[in-house]
Each structure stands twice: as C-alpha cells, then as structure tokens.
C-alpha cells in the first residue's frame, strides 16, 4: 500500500513540475538591454557604438526612387549620382542614410547645434547621406535634377527654416559648426498626407551633413555658461557636455578650455537648460545632468556612473 501511495505522490509532483515547466516556458523572454562594445572609452567609440546607425538601401542609378528611413523621405531623380571623376553610373547605387530627429539621438551622435556667429540652430533634424557602387564613393551630379531630403514636423504651419552644413559632427573641435552654403532660400514646408503633418522639403546642395533648422534670436543679454567635471579622469577624450534648451530641440556642445573645464559663449540669459554631462571610460558609463537657467556663473558637474540603459532613459526623458 506505502508503494502505491509513493508511486502516486511521485507521478503527481512529477506532473506538477511539467505544467510549472510548461508556465515558464510559455512566458515571454524579457527583452535584452542593447550592449555596448566592452572596454570603450573614447566619445568616438561612445558615438560609434551607441549614436544613430547607417540604414542602407539599394536603388538603380538611372531611375528616378523614393526611400523612406525614420519618417524622413529621400527622393531622388534619375541619373542623381557620378563618380569622382565626373564618370556615369549605371546599374544599382548603395545609399547609407544617417537621421538625426531627437535629443537623445543627438547627444549620443555627438550632433550638437552649434553654428556661426556663436548661435546655435534649433533644428528639425540632421541626415547624412552617402552613395556608393563597388564601395567606390559617389558623389551627387550636377546635371541631374535636385535630390529632396523630406523631415516630419507637426500638424500646424511651421516657422521657417533654413539649411546649414558641416563636413564633421565634433563636440570636441570648435571649428567644425554649422553654416549655411550655396542655397540659403527658406527651405519649403509641404503638407504630407502619409504622415498627416508638414515636413520640411529641402534640395541637397551637397552630401556633407545637413541641418534643417533656424538659428537662434540674437535679441536680449547673451552669457558665457562654464561648467566643470569633479574629476580629473574625464576629458575631452572620453567625455561631452551640452547644453540642452527646455522645449526645444536646441543642444550645444560645451567645448573643453582647460582640463575638466568647458565653455559656451552667448547663451540667451535666463533660458531654462540642463547641462548634461556624458563619458565612458572602460566601457563603464558616467553621466550627470542639471536642471538650470542660463547665466555665467561656473556650474559644477558631478559626474556618476550609471548603466547604458539609464542613461538612454535620462536622455529620453530631457524636457
């Protein structure tokens, strides 16, 4: 009898295990947190590793194509593309687009707004955008018609804007800015019906990095703002501040003068910020944020580590 009422108290949690197995299995996997590459400690590395990543297409060379990537479209006309010696292309192109559209996408890109004339742009979006046949560069042909770059908006007439350029996104090389070149006509807002909002239409003059924006009111006082870092491991190397404006999207880099020392000059006095503070060192990431107003008193930055995945979240969530 103590044999049968073993084998039924064995058979019976045995049964118990494989429904509880069957529960476990049946639960969905939680989704992984992205991973940075381990042991970076570089800005080049962080905007490597974590900015916004290259999304290819491929489009023949002689026809006219429409490409769409994160809500901003790409129209091209026939024939957009020569080599680098004015040579024709046929057959398939290979085009790399860059978007740019929100802060958290321009802080970990190393996008910042800084332009000429010390003003910064408010921008609707940055886009890079390469094309290459046979990994030999290509560059755009002046004799064909005019590549449009489209960027979302919202629902109500927008302000107007204009296009500014720059070879190479830095946030440590004061020279590398935005400016505007060639057209400096206003760029077009057209009403999207796929989208059901504008979007700004602006003609490619060129494949360096393009800005859609309008630079800052030179009206009112204008203030140097100084923050620092409270340690002497970070560098302009491996660590970046900005200046972030509340309810715009308006970010400066704050560029290093000295040693764990950064600067920007003619902010508009009294506007609402957060300076923001990031670095890796070691693949182990550091961030401090401050919520302020702008004025030239020295801000100190008290920079702590934290996990990617926070530090995402914190840059999403910037006002």
């Known amino acids: 009898m103590k044999s049968k009422i073993s084998l039924f108290l064995a058979l019976a949690l045995t049964a118990f295990a494989m429904v509880e197995c ?88 190393g996008a910042q707004a800084n332009s000429t004339n010390s003003r910064l742009v408010t921008t609707k979006g940055c886009v890079k955008l390469t094309a290459s046949q046979n990994s030999q560069s290509l560059r755009l042909s002046p004799a064909s018609g005019t590549v449009f770059v489209s960027l979302p908006d919202g629902p109500v007439t927008p302000q107007a804007t204009k296009k500014y350029y720059v070879s190479k996104l830095s946030v440590t090389d004061s020279t590398k800015v935005w400016a505007m070149e060639a057209d400096t006509n206003n760029v077009q807002a057209v009403w999207s019906p796929t989208l059901s909002k504008y979007v700004h239409r602006a003609g490619l003059d ?14 009112g006082l204008k203030v140097p703002m100084v923050a620092t870092v409270n340690a002497s491991m970070f560098n302009k190397n491996n660590c970046a501040v900005y200046i972030s404006f509340n309810g715009s999207l308006t970010i400066g880099a704050m560029y290093e003068i000295s040693p764990g020392v950064y600067r920007i000059s003619n902010m508009p006095n009294g506007k609402g910020v957060h300076i923001v503070g990031i670095s890796v060192i070691d693949g182990q990431y550091y961030s401090a944020i401050m919520s302020t107003a702008v004025s030239s008193g020295t801000f100190g930055l008290n920079m702590q580590p934290t996990s990617f995945s926070t530090l995402v979240t914190s840059m999403k969530n910037l006002p």
């Open 206 to 219: 060129s494949l360096k990095w393009l800005n859609v924006g309008k630079q800052w009111d030179t009206t």
């Open 22 to 109: 069957k529960k476990k299995t049946e639960e969905p996997e939680p989704e992984p947190e992205p991973t940075p590459t381990a042991g970076i400690s570089t800005l080049a590395d962080l905007f490597a590793t974590n900015g916004s990543p290259f999304v290819n297409f491929t489009v023949s060379a002689t026809a006219p194509s429409t490409i769409t990537s994160n809500d901003v479209t790409i129209e091209f006309p026939a024939n957009a593309f020569q080599t680098s010696t004015s040579g024709t292309v046929t057959g398939n192109v290979v085009i790399s687009v860059k978007t740019i559209l929100t802060k958290d996408q321009i802080i970990l890109t």
